[in-house]
């Protein structure tokens, strides 16, 4: 049974929370889960932003055929090539045949490595700044180096204004799971991003000049509302504001 959520008129997710999942990354407990989303936009031509861990892969695929019910997939934008996130990339490769590969030059070494796979005239690779049109839908590129892999990028829709934001502004927990977003998101930063401080502070200025929405990031919730919130904490956080207050047995003797 297909699970998709329907963002705009083009966009939908069809992604998927995996509940079973006791650590993330073999790491991080995550006792409410954690969600893989990935997006698919509908146009002249059919986008798919990044694909999904294997764990959820079926569920994934089923999704793809029915947004695209019968057409078929012309475009993947890979934004962040961590396994979580490309592991369908060769099952998609397969299945649909004539997609192409949007990504910048330093995605395309590592599906490589990945996969081993001939791609021939499928890559096109793209550089900061640049635009690609797929219809009335223009994108619009924005690298993301060490955000926190050295390929990783954003993708920024500029008809409908929504940034496709890879790993940032994501959070741990499934997508049902009732809790406040900051508190998992600061727990997700901190573990996975946070020694990246300088080059998330870099995003965040390329990002303040783009008019944002909508944010789509690749674990955890849609953002729509309150953008600047979510923004603000992120500007905290990665310009180490927040300080730790802490007490010793010593201290408390003192």
């Not at 060490?146 to 496709?164: I, R």
């Not at 406040?180 to 401080?197: L, P, S």
Request: with cysteine; glycine share 6%; aromatic share 12%.
């Amino acid at each position: 049974m297909y699970n998709v959520k329907k963002v705009n008129e083009d966009l939908y997710w069809i992604g998927a929370s995996d509940r079973r999942l006791a650590l993330f990354e073999n790491i991080y407990p995550i006792p409410r889960g954690v969600s893989y989303n990935s997006y698919l936009l509908l146009d002249e031509k059919t986008v798919l932003f990044d694909t999904v861990d294997n764990a959820v892969g079926r569920q994934f695929l089923e999704n793809i055929a029915a947004v695209l019910n019968g057409r078929t997939l012309d475009y993947l934008v890979i934004n962040h090539m961590e396994p979580d996130h490309c592991a369908l990339i060769e099952d998609l490769h397969l299945r649909y045949p004539d997609m192409k590969l949007i990504g910048n030059a330093k995605t395309f070494p590592m599906i490589d490595q990945f996969y081993g796979m001939d791609l021939g005239d499928k890559k096109i690779i793209i550089k900061e700044g640049e635009t690609f049109s797929c219809g009335k839908h223009t994108l619009h590129f924005v690298m993301a180096p060490m955000v926190h892999w050295p390929e990783a990028m954003m993708t920024y829709d500029e008809t409908d204004k929504v940034l496709f934001s890879a790993d940032a502004f994501g959070k741990f927990g499934a997508l049902d799971a009732d809790e406040d977003w900051a508190c998992e998101a600061r727990r997700y930063y901190f573990n996975i991003v946070g020694k990246y401080g300088a080059q998330v502070q870099t995003v965040l200025k390329k990002a303040s000049s783009l008019d944002i929405k909508t944010i789509c990031p690749l674990h955890g919730p849609i953002l729509n509302e309150n953008l600047d919130h979510y923004i603000s904490l992120y500007d905290t956080w990665s310009s180490y504001k927040a300080c730790l207050l802490y007490t010793s047995d010593a201290a408390d003797e003192g």
